[in-house]
């Protein structure tokens, strides 16, 4: 706070300085607006003028042209002739409140000002006086007087007063500017290795002692969770190089033996039909191991979406014929309901099948003595689609449902990855997020789990 308030000090002067110039350019715009106001048509003075060329006397009669006729319907205003006696020999559009004759002294006194409050102009002809006269409180008519001399010498005054301010505020400008730039080039060099996570020092003296500190401390922060990031990158690392290498022997074994039974001749149809199932079952093994990737390729958006129309209806069908096919326990009841046939989303088809095969294999997964589950599409509102997976197991405890989204291994993870590898629900988050969308858990102890996939709904013609 000091250290604010010592620089409000110092730039107040500057401020004071910086509203006066201000103050004068607004005061000179003022008067060329005020100016160019004036004169953006004909003055009085040339109307006046130009009445007079236009009123001319025929056959006893004076008679005002075409041209003078639109000047006063233009400018709304009146005018009227006087002869020398004071009496009004012509008008047009002259007010009733307006006299028609007047002595010497009437003349003088609305010659140079006002007519019963009407701002007038006149133009002196041979045969008497035309007035011309305007709407009340359109024109004000002030005079002022100056010593001709001081008039002559003001242009110079002007000039010489804006050289003295200009030159005062340059040096003002650069007293201050140079003191500023002193205390900031650090910050600024600050700054500047802060965004290539260089460590920083800067020195804490000078009016910007605050800003210095909070600097130094930002850098000792970032570097601190920098070297936290690089040990969590290195152990996770270490965990994913870990299970690559454990699975890779037992499931290659897995596959070549799944796949030599296969071929062999002499087994009947059913071991035929059990070892297609081991090899596939250990192709989704193998898959396990990409799984580890993309999730820290959605973790950290790297991972590139290949974005088609994709009808949910049929997307539901394809996750349940393939659980169906591939030999699911009878103790599990896979259902599927479909509330609308014309559902589309826009998404990577290979990234939404996972992410649903991964919900219900979640419930396989967590619920060993059996359960039932429903796959469900429908609209969730307006702008969202729901891909709904649920079912009636054990559920999960309500207050450990926001900890299953995390990756195993975060700090915010509570709850203990009993079954499973712990990346299931993490990667259906994070796709979901990719796509735009978010995942939903509804559950407590014993009451089941309901996984809700919104997805923003296809426009028509994408």
């Known amino acids: 706070m000091d250290g604010v308030i010592r620089i409000l000090r110092r730039f107040v002067g500057s401020t004071i300085l910086v509203s006066f110039l201000l103050l004068l350019f607004n005061l000179v715009l003022l008067g060329s607006l005020i100016f160019q106001e004036n004169h953006k048509g004909p003055s009085p003075e040339a109307i006046v003028q130009k009445l007079a060329n236009e009123l001319v006397l025929q056959q ?37 409140d307006i006299p028609r004759s007047y002595d010497v002294t009437d003349v003088a006194k609305f010659s140079r000002y006002y007519l019963m409050e009407y701002p007038v102009y006149v133009w002196e002809r041979e045969d008497g006086l035309l007035v011309l006269g305007y709407p009340k409180n359109t024109y004000g ?45 650090p910050l600024i060099h600050g700054i500047h290795a802060l965004s290539k996570e260089e460590p920083v020092q800067v020195d804490t003296g000078g009016i910007f002692n605050d800003v210095s500190q909070s600097i130094n401390s930002t850098s000792q922060m970032l570097q601190e969770k920098n ?8 152990a996770r690392s270490n965990w994913i190089a870990g299970i690559s290498h454990d699975i890779r022997t037992p ?12 071929d062999q001749p002499e087994l009947s149809a059913e071991y035929k039909q059990q070892a297609a199932i081991i090899r596939r079952q250990g192709e989704r093994l193998r898959s396990l191991v990409s799984d580890l990737n993309l999730v820290s390729m959605l973790e950290y958006d790297m991972q590139p979406l290949q974005l088609k129309s994709i009808r949910l209806s049929a997307l539901a069908r394809q996750v349940v014929s393939d659980f169906l096919n591939n030999g699911l326990d009878e103790s599990y009841d896979i259902s599927l309901h479909v509330m609308d046939e014309s559902l589309i989303v826009s998404g990577d088809e290979r990234l939404l099948y996972r992410a649903i095969t991964n919900l219900v294999q979640n419930s ?12 469900k599409t429908g609209p969730a509102d307006g702008v969202f689609y729901s891909f709904v997976v649920s079912d009636n197991g054990k559920g999960i405890p ?9 990756l195993p291994y975060t700090s915010g993870r509570t709850r203990p990855n009993r079954q499973g590898h712990g990346l299931g629900l993490p990667m259906v988050e994070r796709i979901a997020k990719a796509h735009q969308g978010e995942l939903i858990l509804e559950s407590d102890r014993g009451e089941g789990l309901t996984a809700v996939v919104k997805l923003p709904a296809s426009k028509v013609g994408e």
């Not at 205003?77 to 012509?90: E, K, P, S």
């Not at 396989?364 to 796959?375: A, M, S, V, W, Y």
């Open 251 to 262: 499931l290659s074994m897995i596959l070549g033996y799944a796949s030599e039974l296969e």
């Open 227 to 234: 070297d936290a990031l690089k040990a969590r990158d290195v």
């Open 60 to 96: 006893g009669n004076y008679v005002l042209g075409h041209e003078g006729i639109q000047l006063l319907d233009t400018h709304q205003t009146w005018a009227m002739l006087m002869d020398r006696d004071g009496q009004v020999q012509w008008s047009e559009r002259l007010p009733e």
């Open 141 to 185: 008519k002030y005079q002022i007087d100056f010593l001709v001399e001081w008039l002559r010498s003001l242009p110079v005054r002007i000039l010489l007063l804006l050289l003295c301010n200009v030159a005062l505020a340059l040096l003002v400008s650069v007293l201050i500017g140079t003191r500023v730039i002193r205390g900031i080039r």
């Open 364 to 375: 396989i997964r967590h619920n060993p003595d059996g359960c039932k589950i429903e796959l």
């Open 398 to 406: 309500k207050e450990e449902l926001k900890g299953v989204i995390l």
